[in-house]
């Protein structure tokens, strides 16, 4: 297995071969496992991060990202510390450039949960410690980590898995893309015209051999799906409220939508959820949904990210 190096950076699944995002997810189920029965604040056996330290820089407000991150590095034996964007002085006009240098010089490694993608890349081009990317506008791995270990963990597999996504192609949506790519899956994007999957990552998708297909019908992307996925239509910095909810309203997953998938078909969903919008109270709550094992494999998934991007694993 190709070991990381002193700055691997994760940002974004197109970036590391598929050998790579599995030995992080087989770490992540072992580590896992191992687990059982310990207090969540226990430190794992060995302390593999012992005496490392995580920035976690937030421009957008968080719940699962921080706590997932903070409770990673505890268990790991490492520290963290927490930055918010808009207390820093890169939110009153430093460069980035300039803020990389500098916390390279304080860490071993930066999350960042930011605006825009540019961000993330200058701070990984700049700074000399891995740059791990726990949402920007154009992506989401660390939730596809979680997702791909808890769909592990139920199925057994990934490869030739059906997905379903329905609703806003998001950045979320993009790196389902990469996912399925990576992992051998095949996934059915339903999206209205007005919020399409990137057409660039599609394009990326084509070319990798990954088999993504987009439809504006969400009947036809759920038919016989072993897991279907929704996401808020409204995310954070959308000011397009209205439009949104317009265009999507036909796109919720209900219980007559689940009802076309698979009978042993799983639900999932990133949150923060909105019953009665993107998806009802009878899925989210129901037996078929996956939505707080996925939530609680935050954890696990990210501590094998850190530990690889570290070059622990």
């Known amino acids: 297995m190709p070991a990381a190096g002193p700055n691997s950076h994760f940002i974004d699944l197109k970036d590391l071969p598929a050998d790579v995002l599995m030995h992080i997810l087989e770490t992540a189920k072992a580590w896992k496992q191992a687990r059982i029965g310990l207090p969540k604040g226990a430190v794992d056996a060995g302390a593999p991060l012992a005496g490392h330290a995580l920035a976690m820089i937030f421009e957008k407000s968080s719940t699962r990202t921080r706590m997932s991150f903070e409770m990673a590095m505890q268990q790991l034996g490492g520290s963290s510390l927490v930055m918010q964007g808009g207390t820093m002085q890169l939110g009153r006009g430093e460069s980035i450039e300039d803020t990389a240098r500098v916390i390279s010089r304080y860490v071993d490694a930066v999350m960042v949960r930011a605006n825009s993608h540019e961000t993330l890349e200058a701070l990984a081009t700049h700074g000399s410690i891995p740059v791990i ?8 791995p660390c939730q596809l ?29 993009t790196s389902f893309i990469e996912a399925a790519t990576r992992f051998g899956f095949s996934l059915e994007l339903a999206c209205p015209d007005a919020y399409l999957p990137s057409a660039g990552a599609l394009q990326w998708a084509n070319a990798e051999g990954g088999n993504c297909n987009v439809t504006g019908d969400p009947a036809a992307a759920v038919a016989d799906a072993d ?8 995310s954070m910095g959308d000011e397009d409220v209205d439009e949104r909810m317009s265009a999507l309203a036909p796109y919720q997953v209900n219980e007559d939508l689940m009802a076309k998938a698979k009978a042993t078909a799983v639900f999932m969903h990133c949150l923060p959820a909105h019953r009665g919008e993107e998806v009802t109270a009878g ?9 707080w094992q996925e939530a609680e494999n935050r954890l696990h998934a990210q501590k094998a990210v850190l530990a690889w991007c570290l070059g622990k694993i």
């Not at 990317?133 to 989401?140: K, Q």
């Not at 897991?227 to 409204?234: G, I, S």
């Not at 899925?283 to 939505?291: E, R």
């Open 227 to 234: 897991v279907v996925v929704a996401d808020a239509w409204v």
């Open 145 to 173: 980590m979680a997702d791909m270990l808890t769909l592990m963990e139920h199925f057994g597999r990934l490869e030739g898995l059906k997905v379903a996504w329905v609703g806003d192609g998001n950045n979320v949506a």
């Open 283 to 291: 899925v989210i709550d129901g037996p078929q949904s996956l939505v």
């Open 133 to 140: 990317n726990a949402l920007t506008d154009r992506s989401h």
